[in-house]
């Protein structure tokens, strides 16, 4: 136990607190968190597991009379704490009257005091708003104008309501630029040309994607399940732009191995190797790669390439798509150097994905033309860190499925720019007939839930009886009966749960897996070398929902990702175990094979379960033991409503 943490734990074994705490609190607190927490007890509430009633017991315990439930420390202490709920439900603001309704019902007799006390104290900032009207006004229909009404307020914790101001200034930075990389004629042969050299084609509402996100500073291009093979094919297309118009491109996704299934998917797509550890990847359709045999499982994890050291700039380096092949310009982002022009259009470089965490992490970045794929799954701050990334006048382009939940982050970035219509909308779209998978998440968008055939067995439904039998179910399908009959090593199936907590939650479910597949005494904080684990916290080269294999722990844990690359993790409580995450984790990343468990009394909505359904690339397995409440929610639950201030921001800008 390191000195920092000895303090944290005798101030709180003062206030009657379990020293248990005492690391989760440093981590929260900062170095000082032993001096903070012995001046202001009703800190602990900066932990999600203390409630207000511990929190003040404790500080009675501590301040003794002093303890008085007006202390401004404590009505900052409750302001904050209903922020931080609110944000962990993706809130990124929370509106005056709303916020002073929940801290009154803490037993605060003056909210309004609270409020005030939160904004002075720094634990919150006051962010203020017009309302405007969806509807632009019509001169045409006479009359003036209906003015705004008094400004709105909205209270934020400054780190989340900060990281979606600065969201949204960068992308009023970037909008503001409306350089066109290539005119609309230009930009449509050169996605002629990309199809004929590659050998394949894409549909028309993706040519017009493609040309749009050439033409516009910030575009979104929606898509639905089964388009994994178009998202690829599209995504040549852009890189054949980047590369003819010497800009240069950069690919990232969430999670690495999202970006090694990405990498799979397009290499599936040119026809060639994706590297090693990369068995053929198909799409959510199930069309991609039917003739072919499910592949050996290749490194755990499903690995996408050559491994790469994290954070050493060289995934996505500047300017490295610009024009590595033959004739297409070595030099820096618009050098003129280059093959003869009339030598024609020549083959860019091999496209490669890389992880977001590892791109940013290279910023500034030296491209014109910057893709996030499953966009869906990032929140504001993260968004704002690679929107800081793009020069001015590059172009950014957010591939996103508008039928996922939103991030388990703040924030709701894809729709929210959408919505604010100051950016450009387009749809990728294949023009493939749907497959199993696609079938079902499509009928789970659409409010249902039916059977469908699945003769290659891309879909199974398991019914269980109670949440006891639905867990082991769970362990059977991934340490037996997937290897066994479809050829997709454990490594590569994911459990995807819709809670924590009880016999079918991540915890227990990864217990059961771990003993069948990585035994052992838990020798380095309850994790063994050869663990499956999660990260939930950003570090250097990782990013939260990234999962790999515990390597090694020399002071630090060595985790390798998907793809190869090694990162080191300092903090022992960014890791958990990765066999089983909940949906929230999962989003972001995905993965040959999926097993998706639903226990009973669990609440469950339509973005719930389609955004588990879609992190299977091959195959899904549905363990359903609600007794019919899963078709419920998804017909009933069609929605998950945030409080955000992106599209007013960008109206505003």
């Not at 509430?45 to 017991?57: S, Y």
């Not at 922020?83 to 603001?93: E, K, P, Q």
């Not at 006479?142 to 400004?151: H, I, K, N, S």
Request: with cysteine.
């Amino acid at each position: 136990m390191s000195e920092a943490v000895e303090q944290v734990n005798a101030v709180l074994d003062r206030m009657g607190a379990p020293g248990a705490l005492a690391p989760r609190l440093l981590a929260a607190l900062g170095p000082g968190a032993a001096a903070d927490l012995d001046a202001n007890p009703w800190l602990l509430l900066r932990l999600p597991q203390v409630t207000v009633e511990q929190a003040d017991f404790c500080a009675r315990r501590r301040l003794g009379d002093a303890a008085r439930p007006d202390d401004p420390r404590r009505l900052t202490a409750l302001t904050a704490h209903v922020l931080r709920l609110a944000a962990r439900r993706g809130n990124t603001v929370v509106e005056e009257k709303r916020l002073a309704a929940a801290v009154g019902k803490l037993g605060v007799a003056a909210p309004a005091a609270a409020l005030e006390a939160a904004a002075a104290d720094g634990s919150a900032v006051v962010l203020e708003s017009t309302d405007e009207p969806d509807d632009d006004f019509d001169f045409e229909e006479g009359g003036v104008p209906e003015l705004p009404e008094d400004t709105d307020r909205y209270y934020a914790l400054a780190d989340v309501g900060g990281a979606e101001q600065r969201l949204g200034e960068e992308l009023l930075r970037l909008i503001s630029g409306n350089d066109p990389i290539m005119d609309t004629a230009t930009a449509g042969e050169t996605v002629e040309a990309a199809e004929e050299r590659g050998g394949f084609s894409v549909s028309d509402r993706t040519r017009e994607a493609v040309v749009t996100a050439a033409l516009r500073p910030v575009t979104v291009l929606s898509h639905g399940p089964g388009d994994a093979g178009e998202i690829a094919r599209a995504l040549l297309c852009l890189h054949a732009i980047a590369a003819d118009s010497r800009v240069g491109i950069a690919v990232a996704a969430p999670t690495a191995q999202a970006a090694a299934a990405l990498d799979a998917e397009i290499a599936r797509v040119r026809g060639t190797d994706a590297g090693p550890g990369d068995g053929p990847a198909r799409d959510a359709s199930g069309e991609g790669d039917r003739a072919a045999a499910p592949s050996p499982a290749g490194d755990p994890g499903g690995g996408g390439g050559p491994a790469e050291e994290e954070g050493s700039g060289t995934p996505g380096a500047p300017g490295e798509d610009a024009g590595d092949g033959e004739d297409a310009g070595d030099g820096e982002q618009g050098s003129p150097e280059g093959g003869d022009a009339g030598d024609g259009p020549a083959a860019p470089a091999p496209l490669r994905a890389v992880p977001l965490a590892a791109l940013t992490a290279g910023a500034p970045l030296a491209v014109g033309l910057v893709v996030l794929c499953e966009a869906m799954s990032v929140g504001a701050a993260r968004a704002a860190e690679l929107a800081a990334a793009c020069p001015d006048g590059a172009h950014l382009v957010l591939v996103a499925d508008p039928h996922q939940a939103p991030s388990a982050a703040p924030g709701r970035v894809a729709l929210d720019i959408a919505a604010s219509r100051t950016a450009h909308v387009a749809e990728i779209a294949g023009a493939e007939a749907p497959g199993p998978l696609a079938e079902l998440a499509a009928a789970v968008a659409s409010g249902g839930v039916p059977e469908v055939e699945a003769p290659g067995r891309e879909v199974v439904r398991v019914p269980a009886s109670s949440a006891e039998e639905a867990a082991h179910r769970v362990v059977q399908l991934v340490t037996d009966s997937i290897p066994r009959a479809l050829g997709i090593g454990s490594e590569d199936v994911q459990v995807v749960a819709a809670r924590e907590d009880g016999p079918a939650g991540t915890r227990s479910l990864n217990a059961g897996c771990k003993e069948r597949l990585n035994p052992g005494p838990g020798a380095h904080g309850g994790f063994d070398v050869g663990d499956r684990v999660l990260l939930a916290a950003s570090g250097p080269g990782f990013a939260p929902g990234d999962t790999g294999y515990l390597r090694e722990v020399d002071g630090e844990a060595v985790v390798e990702l998907s793809g190869g690359a090694r990162v080191r993790v300092a903090d022992p409580a960014a890791l958990r175990h990765g066999w089983a995450v909940t949906v929230a984790a999962a989003h972001g990343g995905l993965w040959p094979a999926v097993v998706a468990v639903f226990p009973p009394e669990v609440p469950v909505s339509r973005p719930q379960v389609y955004t588990a359904l879609t992190r299977a690339t091959r195959h899904v397995s549905v363990v359903d033991a609600t007794a019919g409440a899963l078709e419920t929610g998804v017909r009933d639950n069609a929605a998950l409503e945030r409080s955000t201030l992106l599209v007013r921001i960008l109206r505003e800008g």
